[in-house]
Antibody, heavy 119, light 107 residues
Framework: EVQLVESGGGLVQPGGSLRLSCEAS????????MNWVRQAPGKGLEWLSY????????YYADSVRARFTISRDNAKNSLYLQMNSLRAEDTAVYYC????????????WGQGTLVTVSS | AIQMTQSPSSLSASVGDRVTITCRAS??????LGWYQQKSGKAPKLLIY???SLQSGVPSRFSGSGFGTDFTLTISSLQPEDFATYYC?????????FGQGTKVEIK
């Protein structure tokens, strides 16, 4: 069974940092492109970042560029999101999701991890 | 960035009703569009990819149509388990952009 399990969320003060992880299982992680998506409380979905299979291509949303860094470790079947200079508006549930080789849709999604930025 | 305008933002419907949700892209995106269902407190789930293709395991009452800028998600006969929020997502280019969502509620 394909599974994505996020971790690393929690309460952090404004200006602080947090590193999210997404552990993949049930598929050949190195063969899939990955993304991070977030959802603020009561709001819609916001795409954040993409990373290619070998990390050679990376894209970010304007809202997080220069503050967040996506990375992956194919040997550990893991995806990461390093979040720096956190703001109150970064409070959200963060999801990781994978793309199939034949397309660019997102399936499946992890269960999400909640990040709360507050003093 | 491509803007995805989804409508309506919410709707009330009864079990058995036919429901239609639309998404309009600010520029042509071929058929690079997916539809996702999100139930309260859960992660989104892929329903439709490439505008018209039904994801494996998704009931056939869900269907998608459209190409270019105008897209539609149709639920042919609404079931109790379909009450949820639905999002479109363009995967034509980066940044990827979602529609604002459509909350389908019980009438």
């Amino acid at each position: 069974e394909v599974q994505l399990v996020e971790s690393g969320g929690g309460l952090v003060q404004p200006g602080g940092s947090l590193r999210l992880s997404c552990e993949a299982s049930g598929f050949t992680f190195s063969a899939y492109e990955m993304n991070w998506v977030r959802q603020a409380p009561g709001k819609g979905l916001e795409w954040l970042s993409y990373i290619s299979r070998d990390s050679s291509d990376i894209y970010y949303a304007d809202s997080v560029r220069a503050r967040f860094t996506i990375s992956r470790d194919n040997a550990k079947n893991s995806l990461y999101l390093q979040m720096n200079s956190l703001r109150a508006e970064d409070t959200a549930v963060y999801y990781c999701t994978k793309e199939p080789p034949e397309g660019r849709w997102f399936d499946p999604w992890g269960q999400g991890t909640l990040v709360t930025v507050s003093s | 960035a491509i803007q995805m305008t989804q409508s309506p933002s919410s709707l009330s419907a009864s079990v058995g009703d036919r429901v239609t949700i639309t998404c309009r892209a600010s520029q042509g995106i071929r058929d690079d569009l997916g539809w996702y269902q999100q139930k309260s407190g859960k992660a989104p789930k892929l329903l439709i990819y490439a505008a018209t293709s039904l994801q494996s395991g998704v009931p056939s009452r869900f269907s998608g149509s459209g190409f270019g800028t105008d897209f539609t998600l149709t639920i042919s006969s609404l079931q109790p388990e379909d009450f949820a929020t639905y999002y479109c997502l363009q995967d034509f280019n980066y940044p990827r952009t979602f529609g604002q969502g459509t909350k389908v509620e019980i009438k």
